[in-house]
C-alpha cells in the first residue's frame, strides 16, 4: 500500500524501521515497496558492490526465461515458488501462464510484508489458477501440504529457489532443504535454482549487507553450489552465471556473480 506520493504506508505488525531483504530486493529492482531504512542500505550496498543492481535484474530476467522454457519446451504445467519475495512485474504466474493460460502456481513465503502484498499474486488466468502458501519454506511438509490444494503432486512439478538459499547458512541444510521437496516429487519435475556465487567482493557485500542490520545473506563458493544438483539432469547450458543461460538477447558486459541451473529429476 502507497501514499499519494507513491510512498508504502505503515502495514500493522511489520518493523518499517529495520532494512528488510524483500524491499531491499524491490528498491534494487526500481520498485516502491520500500521505505528509506531500505533505500539507505540498498544504496550503501550499490557504492560498495555495484554489480548487485545487475544481479536483481538479472534474476528476475533468469526467472522469466526458465519459466518459459519450463511451461513451453518442457511442459511443466505446475510451479511451486519457494521465497517469493514481494510481487514484481513477470511474477512467475504471469510468465508461465502467457505460454500455458491453464498454469498452476504456488507462491510460499512466511514474510509478513509478503503476506500484506499477496493479494497481487493471487491474479490468474480463468484457465489456470495461484495460490499463495504463508508457511516457512523450511517445513516442507507443511508446505506440500498445503501446496496440494491447488498442484497435483503425482505430476511434475517445479519447484523455484531464487536467491534464497544465501539465508540459510549451513551449506548441508540448504541440500538437504532442496532434497525435501524434490524427493517427495515425481519423475519429470525440475529444479530451478540460483544464488550468489563466493567472491572478494560479494562476501564483502555480504558482510556489509549483515552489518547494516539486514537478515544475514551468504555467497557460497560455486562448488558448493553446483553440488545442489547432484542426482539431477541439467539442461542446458548447465550451472552458471544466469547471465548466460539461455539469453534471448546479446550479452553486454561481464556475467553476474550470481549462478544457477535448471535440473530434472529422471
Known amino acids: 500500500m502507497t501514499d499519494e506520493q507513491g510512498t508504502?504506508?505503515?502495514?500493522?505488525?511489520?518493523?518499517?524501521?529495520?532494512?528488510h531483504s524483500a524491499r531491499v530486493w524491490n528498491y534494487w529492482l526500481g520498485g516502491k515497496d520500500n521505505y528509506e531504512v531500505d533505500r539507505r542500505l540498498g544504496a550503501t550496498m550499490e557504492e560498495l558492490y555495484p554489480q548487485i543492481i545487475d544481479i536483481a535484474r538479472a534474476s528476475r530476467a533468469f526467472q522469466a526465461r526458465a519459466v518459459r522454457y519450463l511451461a513451453g519446451e518442457a511442459g511443466i504445467r505446475q510451479f511451486l515458488d519457494l521465497g517469493t519475495g514481494l510481487p514484481t512485474a513477470n511474477a512467475t504466474h504471469e510468465v508461465a501462464q502467457d505460454v500455458e493460460p491453464t498454469a498452476r502456481i504456488v507462491y510460499v513465503d512466511h514474510d509478513p510484508i509478503v503476506l500484506a502484498h499477496a493479494r497481487a499474486l493471487l491474479t490468474s488466468r480463468p484457465e489456470g489458477r495461484t495460490d499463495y502458501v504463508h508457511a516457512d519454506l523450511r517445513d516442507a511438509k507443511t508446505v506440500l501440504r498445503e501446496a496440494a490444494r491447488t498442484l497435483d503432486l503425482d505430476k511434475p512439478v517445479a519447484v523455484m529457489v531464487l536467491s534464497t538459499l544465501g539465508h540459510v547458512a549451513d551449506s548441508?541444510?540448504?541440500?538437504?532443504?532442496?532434497?525435501?521437496?524434490?524427493?517427495?516429487?515425481?519423475?519429470?519435475?525440475?529444479?530451478?535454482?540460483?544464488?550468489?556465487i563466493g567472491t572478494p567482493e560479494t562476501e564483502a557485500g555480504s558482510e556489509e549487507y549483515a552489518s547494516g542490520g539486514a537478515m544475514p545473506y551468504i555467497s557460497r563458493p560455486k562448488e558448493i553450489m553446483a553440488t545442489f544438483a547432484d542426482g539431477l539432469e541439467l539442461v542446458e547450458p548447465g550451472f552458471g552465471s544466469i547471465s548466460l543461460w539461455r539469453p534471448e538477447e546479446p550479452v553486454v558486459g561481464e556475467p553476474v556473480d550470481q549462478w544457477g541451473f535448471v535440473a530434472a529429476k529422471r
Open 8 to 19: 508504502p504506508t505503515p502495514v500493522d505488525g511489520i518493523d518499517t524501521g529495520t532494512p
Open 172 to 196: 548441508g541444510e540448504a541440500a538437504a532443504l532442496l532434497s525435501s521437496y524434490l524427493d517427495e516429487l515425481p519423475a519429470g519435475s525440475y529444479l530451478m535454482q540460483c544464488d550468489t
